[in-house]
């Protein structure tokens, strides 16, 4: 059955439509077929990407049928994704003051991973000698310095992500009151971008990192 593929180089293809009805059967309209979960997943695996519609209300169930997705497979035996301490930590966020900011912590650092997913490969069919795991706690730290940072430009003098305070402006050598921050403060759209720099300067670390392994 052949899916709607993201070609190289060329302009991305509307997602594939889904349409999931009252009998909780899913209709592929690119390929006028009813498909499984199973089907749907092997789509993510080949980069299709897809929008699920309930086919009574037109409500886009998207995100509920791809946590099913995670469900079914976490279900099936073997080795799973997801452990249980950060299923928890996970449930723990739902209705903290972070929840807001959690979504994108954890798309950026599945965006990195990703990135490096075949440098990790790397690491794990040659980890002889070394400890792997190293790395990946090199880039965890990494990330959280680069999300405290996003953190500073969007709120200064606020509360950073582990609860503590954000680092204060440094006193004057003099001993007089810290320095007051610029009255020209840098917009959101400046802020942004140099985040942006900041994650590519990631990535090219990261990929330094890599072949000196």
Known sequence: MADQA?????????????????????????????????HLSQMVKDKTDFVVYDAKTGDDITRSVLTQIIFEEENKGGQTLLPIPF??????????SLQG?????LEMSMTQFAR???????????????????????MGKQN??????????????????????????PAAANGQEPAKPDAAAPSNDTAIDDLKRKLDELQAQ?????KKS
Do not use: C, W
């Open 6 to 38: 993201i070609p190289e180089g060329g302009p991305k293809p509307a997602p594939v439509v889904i349409k999931k009805y009252a009998n909780r059967r899913l209709y592929n309209t690119a390929t006028s077929a009813y498909v499984t979960l199973d």
């Open 144 to 169: 959280m310095a680069m999300f405290e940072q996003a953190m500073r430009m969007f709120n200064p003098f606020g509360t950073a992500p582990n609860g503590q305070a954000m680092p204060k402006p």
């Open 206 to 210: 990261l990929s330094e990192l890599g």
């Open 87 to 96: 299923l928890r930590q996970l449930i723990s966020f739902y209705g903290d």
């Open 101 to 105: 900011v959690v979504p994108q912590y």
């Open 116 to 138: 490096n997913q075949e440098q990790m490969r790397h690491y794990m069919q040659n980890a002889f000698g070394f400890n792997p795991f190293q790395q990946f706690e090199s």
